[in-house]
């Protein structure tokens, strides 16, 4: 049997989304059972919520997961929103689709606070202690936005925040330059859990070759015919086939009881 060196480098293989939908949260508790992810995020504005939780519990997987904080898909789970038009209809819909933002005025700064403290409050009620911060769509990478979700990170004791994403394909030098800083910002915070993020595509380069723990952003579905696939980049284990060999998986909560 020909000799395998044993995997050294600490990543979190996170699965996006949980809640969004019935195939989705199907998905990722098939890729927990599958040993395929370490932990989860949890959208408490979407129809799925209520069933991912119960799943959550049935299979003992609530202290493997965070909050996924939305502003672009669903509808508020509070009324101050309604009354921002870049972000939400009046009907609670959400309306933005994170074109990118560099301030926001008073109004909006609070509705957003309260949405997503919120968002959070509603995995505290679900027995849900949240492990990890990030976003749908990455939306808290947008500089205001980092400032609220820092801020409510701190409010509740969360440990980790998602680093934008900082390997694979080159962004321009200007987008280099933004994410360096905002990740910069996150370590001086004390919430960056590891030292790269990003799908595994993006991450097989950054394993072996980077000091400190990895993030792998996953998003786990079963599709029509039963097939377990990382959409959109297709079978999930395909798709991470790449890395699985040389990690160890570790959930967020792991790596904040290993940097204690």
Known sequence: MPHRTPPTQL?????????????????????F??????SASLMATMPGFGA?????????????????????????LTTPLRSCPRFCAPDGTFVWRHRGIWALDGTEAHAIAVEWR????????????????????????????????LTLAREHSI?????????????AAVVRLYKAAYN???????????????SALDVR?????????????????LDAAGELIDRPLGRLDETLGA??????????????????
């Open 33 to 38: 059972r599958r040993g395929l992810v370490s």
């Open 184 to 198: 910069a910002r996150l370590r001086r915070a004390g919430v960056a859990a590891v030292s790269r993020f990003g």
């Open 118 to 149: 919120a968002q959070i409050a509603a995995l505290l009620a679900q027995g849900v202690r949240p492990s990890h911060v990030d976003s749908h769509h990455h939306v808290h990478t947008a500089w205001p936005l980092g400032t609220i979700a």
């Open 243 to 260: 890395v699985l060999g040389r990690i160890t998986m570790v959930s967020h909560r792991e790596l904040a009881s290993n940097r204690a």
């Open 11 to 31: 990543a979190v293989v996170n699965a996006d989304d949980f809640g969004m939908n019935d195939a989705v949260n199907a998905g990722i508790v098939e890729a």
């Open 52 to 76: 991912a939780v119960e799943m959550a519990h049935e299979a003992g997987l609530t202290d493997r997961l965070g909050v996924h904080l939305n502003l672009t898909e669903g509808a508020t």
């Open 159 to 171: 440990p980790a925040v998602r680093l934008t994403r900082n390997c694979g394909p080159a962004p």
């Open 205 to 221: 380069s950054a394993v072996g070759a980077t000091n400190g723990p990895v993030e792998v952003m996953t998003h786990p579905q």
